[in-house]
C-alpha cells in the first residue's frame, strides 16, 4: 500500500515523486517510456519529449516568474541527485518592440523583474543589434537579457535526473502505462495495461495532455490541448561556432503575427545540430485521446514548418541553414493560464497543464502537487495562483 502512487513520469510527475520522497511518503512512480518507434506507437506520448526548452527567470507573469526561479534555483541539486546534467546556462533573451500593442511584454516583464529582483540587462535597440549581430530584429525592438538563469533545459535529461534521484529516495518506479483507477472507500487501486495493478492512498495524476483520458480522475478538467508544430534548422559546426553567444529567445513581433520561441544550436541524437523555432501561427485542438495520439504520431504541419523556417530566416538573415525538417508535439492550457494543482478528492490529486511553459518550472509545478498530495497544501501566501479550474 503506498502513500502515493504518481502517474505520469515526465516533467512535473518525475519531480512530484522526488518531493514525495523527501517528504518521507511511500511513493510509487507509474510513467511510460519514450516511443521507440512514434508512428507506430499505441500508447500514451509526451510533451518533453526533445533535447531542448527554454529556461528563465523573466516572465511576463509573476507567478511564472516564481515558479522558474525556484526550479532554476534547485537544478544543480537535483542534477546531484540524479547524477545527470541538464542545464544549460546560455543566457535567455525576451525581445518585444518597445511601443504599440505588444510593448506590454517588454514592460510586464521589466516590472515582474524589479518586483522579484530577478537579474538581468535592459538592452536598446542599438545595444541588441551590438551583443547579438545574429538577429535583424524589425525597428523599434528591444531586450532583456538573462544570464546565469537563464539558457535552456535537455527535459530527457531533467526527467531522469528526477527519477533516478526519487529512487535514489526510496521511490518504486514501474514502467508502464495506467489504463484505469479504481477508487475504493479507503484508497485506490491502479491497473496498468501490462495487467500489473498498484494499490495505495491516492493518486496523482500528472499525465500531461493525456490527463483527459477516461478512467484516471475524478472529474474532467478545464484543459484545452493544443497540436504544435516544431521546425528544426540544420546547421554546421562551423555555423554553430559563429552562433556560439546565441542566447534562447522568447519573442513577441510587433506585427503580434506569431508568438515564437527559438532555440540556439543543440545538438540532437542524430549527431547535428539544430536551431529550433516553435510558436503556430493558429491554434488547432486535439478535442479526444484519439486525436492527441494521432498527432504525436504524425511529422507534424508542413505549412507551419515552412512559415516558422521562413520567419527564421527573417530574424537571422545570415543563418547558414543546410536543411528544414519538423515534428509535432502538444500543449496544454487553462482558461485561467494556470497549471492545475488541487485535489479533486481525499484519493485524487491533478497535476497538470503547463500551458506551454511547464518544462523549465517542473520542478517546482512537482513539488506543489507534492504539497497536496502529502496533505499539507500549499502556503497561502507563496502564490497569486489559486491551482484551482
Ligand atoms: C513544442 C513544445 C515546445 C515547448 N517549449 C517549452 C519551453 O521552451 N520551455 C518550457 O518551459 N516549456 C515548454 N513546453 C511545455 C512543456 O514541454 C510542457 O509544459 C511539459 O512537458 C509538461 O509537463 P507534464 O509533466 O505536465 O507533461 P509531460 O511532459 O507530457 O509528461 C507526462 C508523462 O505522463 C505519461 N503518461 C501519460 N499518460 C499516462 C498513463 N496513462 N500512464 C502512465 N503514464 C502516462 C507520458 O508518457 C509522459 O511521460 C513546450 C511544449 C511543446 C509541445
Given at each position: 500500500m ?15 515523486a522526488?518531493?514525495?520522497v523527501n517528504?518521507g511518503m ?5 510513467g ?10 499505441t500508447?500514451?506520448f509526451?510533451s518533453h519529449y526533445?533535447?531542448a ?7 511576463s507573469?509573476?507567478d ?5 526561479s525556484?526550479?532554476i534555483a534547485r ?10 546534467t541538464?542545464?544549460h546556462?546560455v543566457?535567455a533573451?525576451?525581445?518585444?518592440p518597445q511601443?504599440g500593442e505588444?510593448a506590454?511584454?517588454i514592460?510586464r ?5 524589479a518586483?522579484?529582483g530577478?537579474a538581468?540587462?535592459p538592452l536598446?535597440?542599438?545595444e541588441?543589434a551590438k ?5 535583424a530584429?524589425?525597428?523599434g ?5 538573462e ?5 535552456w533545459i ?5 526527467v ?12 518504486d518506479v514501474?514502467?508502464g502505462e495506467?489504463v484505469?483507477?479504481?477508487y ?6 491502479v491497473?496498468?495495461s501490462?495487467?500489473k495493478q498498484f494499490?495505495?492512498?491516492?493518486i ?6 493525456f490527463?483527459?483520458?477516461?478512467g ?26 559563429r ?11 510587433p ?5 515564437p520561441?527559438i532555440?540556439p ?7 547535428k ?5 516553435g ?10 485521446v484519439?486525436?492527441?495520439k494521432?498527432?504525436?504520431r ?12 521562413e520567419?527564421l530566416m527573417g ?11 519538423f ?7 487553462t482558461p485561467?493560464?494556470?497549471p492545475l494543482i488541487?485535489?479533486q478528492?481525499?484519493q ?10 511547464g518544462?523549465k518550472?517542473g520542478?517546482e509545478?512537482g513539488?506543489?502537487?507534492?504539497l497536496?498530495?502529502?496533505?499539507q497544501g ?5 502564490y497569486?495562483?489559486d491551482?484551482?479550474?
Amino acid at each position: 500500500m503506498y502513500d502515493v502512487i504518481v502517474i505520469g513520469a515526465g516533467m512535473m510527475g518525475s519531480a512530484a515523486a522526488r518531493h514525495l520522497v523527501n517528504m518521507g511518503m511511500k511513493t510509487l512512480l507509474i510513467g511510460s517510456e519514450e516511443p521507440v518507434i512514434k508512428d507506430q506507437h499505441t500508447g500514451v506520448f509526451a510533451s518533453h519529449y526533445d533535447q531542448a526548452r527554454i529556461t528563465r527567470q523573466l516572465d511576463s507573469k509573476a507567478d511564472w516568474a516564481r515558479f522558474s526561479s525556484r526550479s532554476i534555483a534547485r537544478y544543480a541539486e537535483v542534477e546531484a541527485a540524479g547524477g545527470q546534467t541538464f542545464f544549460h546556462p546560455v543566457g535567455a533573451l525576451m525581445a518585444g518592440p518597445q511601443t504599440g500593442e505588444g510593448a506590454w511584454f517588454i514592460e510586464r516583464s521589466r516590472a515582474v523583474a524589479a518586483d522579484q529582483g530577478i537579474a538581468h540587462t535592459p538592452l536598446d535597440e542599438q545595444e541588441l543589434a551590438k551583443r547579438f549581430p545574429f538577429f535583424a530584429f524589425p525597428e523599434g525592438v528591444v531586450g532583456l537579457y538573462e544570464t546565469g538563469t537563464g539558457g535552456w533545459i535537455n527535459p530527457r535529461d531533467h526527467v531522469t535526473a528526477e527519477i533516478a534521484a526519487a529512487k535514489a529516495g526510496g521511490a518504486d518506479v514501474h514502467i508502464g502505462e495506467v489504463v484505469s483507477v479504481e477508487y475504493l472507500p479507503d484508497g485506490v487501486v491502479v491497473h496498468c495495461s501490462d495487467r500489473k495493478q498498484f494499490e495505495g492512498q491516492k493518486i496523482v495524476v500528472a499525465c500531461g495532455p493525456f490527463s483527459k483520458a477516461k478512467g484516471l480522475l475524478h472529474e474532467p478538467i478545464p484543459m484545452t490541448v493544443y497540436a504544435r508544430t516544431i521546425a528544426f534548422l540544420e546547421i554546421d559546426e562551423a555555423e554553430a561556432s559563429r552562433l556560439a553567444q546565441m542566447p534562447s529567445v522568447v519573442y513577441v513581433p510587433p506585427d503580434l503575427s506569431f508568438d515564437p520561441y527559438i532555440l540556439p544550436p543543440v545538438r540532437y541524437p542524430d549527431g547535428k545540430m539544430y536551431i529550433k523555432i516553435g510558436g503556430d501561427p493558429v491554434d488547432v485542438v486535439l478535442e479526444t485521446v484519439s486525436d492527441m495520439k494521432d498527432w504525436f504520431r504524425g511529422p507534424g504541419n508542413a505549412d507551419v514548418a515552412a512559415f516558422l523556417a521562413e520567419k527564421l530566416m527573417g530574424l537571422m538573415p545570415n543563418l547558414d541553414c543546410k536543411s528544414v525538417t519538423f515534428g509535432s508535439c502538444a500543449t496544454s492550457f487553462t482558461p485561467k493560464g494556470n497549471p492545475l494543482i488541487y485535489a479533486q478528492s481525499d484519493q485524487c490529486v491533478v497535476l497538470s497543464a503547463g500551458n506551454g511553459a511547464g518544462a523549465k518550472c517542473g520542478d517546482e509545478l512537482g513539488r506543489l502537487g507534492a504539497l497536496v498530495a502529502s496533505g499539507q497544501g500549499i502556503p497561502a501566501n507563496e502564490y497569486i495562483t489559486d491551482f484551482k479550474p
